[in-house]
């Protein structure tokens, strides 16, 4: 089993920055892909950035070169550094973890752009 709580969202201006952690705890070690993901309101789910254990890292394109995804695992964290946001970037950010068939999800923390 693992554990994900996310933090750092809030509201923020359009073209601002906010970081989203992820804490991790339980069996990490058993986990191959860190993933955020986000539900915009009226919107399905959505994947916007995976890093592996190697440190390789995907993103979504409505989000290439304004977010990026980093980990510290020593820390077991993920984070996501949210850059030149825009009001459709507010959602619910969901930190997941993957390893094996299994599939983890933290509670979410809300992110609001808007002026």
């Known amino acids: 089993q693992v554990q994900l709580v996310e933090s750092g969202g809030g509201l923020v201006q359009p073209g601002g920055s906010l970081r989203l952690s992820c804490a991790a705890s339980g069996s990490y070690f058993s986990i191959a892909f860190m993933e955020w993901y986000r539900q915009g309101p009226g919107k399905e789910r959505e994947l916007v950035a995976t890093i592996s254990n190697s440190g390789s890292t995907n993103y979504a394109d409505s989000v290439k070169g304004r977010f990026t995804i980093s980990r510290n695992n020593a820390k077991n964290a993920v984070y996501l550094q949210m850059n030149s946001l825009k009001p459709e970037d507010t959602a619910v950010y969901y930190c997941?973890?993957?390893?094996?068939?299994?599939?983890?999800w933290g509670q979410g923390t809300q992110v609001t752009v808007s002026s």
């Open positions: 997941s973890a993957v390893g094996g068939t299994a599939r983890y």
